[in-house]
T-cell receptor
Framework: GQQVMQIPQYQHVQEGEDFTTYCNSS?????IQWYKQRPGGHPVFLIQ?????EVKKQKRLTFQFGEAKKNSSLHITATQTTDVGTYFC????????????FGRGTQLTVWP | NAGVTQTPKFQVLKTGQSMTLQCAQD?????MSWYRQDPGMGLRLIHY???????DQGEVPNGYNVSRSTTEDFPLRLLSAAPSQTSVYFC???????????FGEGSRLTVL
């Protein structure tokens, strides 16, 4: 079964609106990663969170890792058309790369 | 720097045929993996390798074989293709230092 749950599956926003996608695991994760996949492209690494309660920012993107290390979120402020794509979280248990479990992704559409 | 190179980009097979998807990376990464991506299912791990001579199964290994004779190459073999294996396949490599996965551009496989 799916190791990491991600919601929503789809999100349509107007340019300038905010966007959030959520990731949840039933077990504690050692870290969580976020990737972006543009339509027709391949996943591209955005960030990795390791510490409990960690918050990281990349320009308009804010990433959070929950205190229990079981959930995470990605928030985009004031979306732009360049933000279009599918955002995936990927969680890992253990200290080695090993098995990295991806959520099903949130497909973001931005209307101009 | 080529990164992760997958071939072929597109392939059509008949049920029962065999083929190999090639993956090569030039970043000296220890870790390599194969994922399949189906609509609404995210990325599901097929097999992975943490170094030459070492492979392990992921979430959906049935119908696929892998080997890792060199650090650079990680081919994925379909011994008897089935329509259920129609998918987009991504190869990825990475290093435990950063955890970041680098993906190839994908191979779209159709099994008739």
């Amino acid at each position: 079964g799916q190791q990491v749950m991600q919601i929503p599956q789809y999100q349509h926003v107007q340019e300038g609106e905010d966007f959030t996608t959520y990731c949840n695991s039933s077990t504690t994760l050692s870290n969580i990663q976020w990737y972006k996949q543009r339509p027709g492209g391949h996943p591209v690494f955005l960030i990795q969170l390791v510490k409990s309660g960690e918050v990281k920012k990349q320009k308009r993107l804010t990433f959070q890792f929950g205190e229990a290390k079981k959930n995470s979120s990605l928030h985009i402020t004031a979306t732009q058309t360049t933000d279009v794509g599918t955002y995936f979280c990927a969680g890992k248990r253990g200290s080695t790369l090993g098995r990295l479990y991806f959520g099903r992704g949130t497909q973001l559409t931005v209307w101009p | 720097n080529a990164g992760v190179t997958q071939t072929p980009k597109f392939q059509v097979l008949k049920t029962g045929q065999s083929m190999t998807l090639q993956c090569a990376q030039d970043m000296n990464h220890e870790y390599m993996s194969w994922y399949r991506q189906d609509p609404g299912m995210g990325l599901r791990l097929i097999h992975y390798s943490v170094g030459a001579g070492i492979t392990d199964q992921g979430e959906v290994p049935n119908g696929y074989n892998v080997s890792r004779s060199t650090t650079e190459d990680f081919p994925l073999r379909l011994l008897s293709a089935a329509p259920s294996q129609t998918s987009v396949y991504f190869c990825a490599s990475g290093t435990p230092n950063t955890g970041e996965l680098f993906f190839g551009e994908g191979s779209r496989l159709t099994v008739l």
